[in-house]
């Protein structure tokens, strides 16, 4: 007679028996497996593997650098300019790309392009519908030739600022802005503020809001009122000046605007300037080489030209 026990005992075998034949089937399956998939990621002659590894070298730094570019793209379309101080930011030459910066002994000037054939650049908006495009459109227009401007230039002993506007084949191109450093004053500003902040923000600051400027109509001489570094409001007469010079031989053709701005002198008080540079870059107080500059009326240098964007 077969006991209960011996049965349980010859029942677990036999489970246990088909357990391990069954481990014993699938092993070689698993085996072939892991054989199969190690080879082609590593343990095999080192010429065999440098070529995948490249591959998926080079295809991992294409996704970082594009994931890079992506998020840096998303940041910038999201990012909120930052004004300098309480200065407007120019609206409209922000539409350009400034590429140049000019620093003389009188003045600064910076290059904007909106298209050019060497860079691919194009502007970063349509200008043809351009308020300030169609307000200088209108502006009473006078032909002017080089040296009569450059004269008329040298004999403005007011805080103003320029713009020259290339056109080629009735085509925006380019622009250039000059601002003396009396008008950088009349801001609450030098060169030094200006130049740091262009390197941060690619932007060019103004001391009026364009959406009251171009509401005038009534000629090129009208008050209003301007604002400055540190947020005061004050007044001042403004005149503009329109000329136009002409190629049409090369259909090339420059405009050039001046706002000569007539305010009270104290608004070019050195002290003022002295306060916003320690508040613009959070110093303690003036080295005696700064505080000397700042104090002189104008800064005794050469021209100097420096390239703010590189396409290299």
């Known amino acids: 007679m077969t006991s209960i026990h011996s049965l349980v005992s010859s029942s677990s075998r036999n489970r246990l028996q088909k357990k391990k034949s069954s481990q014993i089937l699938h092993k ?43 998020e840096q793209s998303q940041k910038r379309n999201g990012y909120t300019s930052r004004p300098l101080g309480a200065l407007f930011i120019d609206k409209f030459l922000m ?3 400034i590429l140049e910066g000019k620093y003389d002994k009188e003045f600064v000037e910076y290059t904007l392009s909106f298209f050019s054939q060497n860079t691919g650049f194009q ?7 351009d308020e300030m495009m169609n307000f200088y459109s209108r502006l009473p227009c006078e032909a002017i030739t080089e040296n009569a401007r450059i004269q008329l230039e040298k004999n403005i002993d007011k805080p103003y600022e320029r713009l020259n506007l290339l056109f080629v084949d009735g085509k925006l191109i380019g622009i250039k802005k000059k601002m003396n ?11 030094e503020i200006l130049e740091d902040y262009i390197s941060k923000e690619d932007l060019l600051p103004a001391c009026w809001d364009i959406s009251q400027i171009i509401k005038v109509r009534e000629g090129i001489s009208f008050i209003s009122n301007l604002i400055n570094f540190q947020g005061g409001i004050f007044g001042s007469r403004i005149i503009i000046k329109n000329f136009i010079q002409s190629d049409s031989s090369q259909k090339i053709s420059n405009q050039y605007i001046y706002y000569i701005y007539s305010c009270d002198r104290r608004q070019l008080n050195v002290d003022n300037l002295e ?20 104090h002189q009326s104008r800064i005794k240098r050469p021209c100097v030209a420096k390239t703010i964007l590189d396409f290299q």
Request: glycine content about 4%; aromatic content about 10%; hydrophobic content about 30%.
């Open 123 to 129: 502007g970063r908006h349509n200008l043809e519908d």
């Open 181 to 191: 450093y009396e008008f950088l004053r009349m801001m609450g500003i030098n060169e």
């Open 275 to 294: 306060r916003n540079f320690l508040t613009y870059f959070q110093l303690q107080a003036l080295t005696l080489p700064q505080r000397v500059a700042i």
């Open 28 to 70: 070689p399956i698993t085996k072939q497996k892991t054989q199969f998939v190690k080879p082609s990621r590593c343990n095999h002659h080192s010429l065999y593997l440098a070529r995948p590894n490249q591959a998926e070298q080079g295809n991992q730094r294409y996704q970082v650098t594009c994931s890079y570019r992506v």
């Open 95 to 97: 539409k350009g790309k």
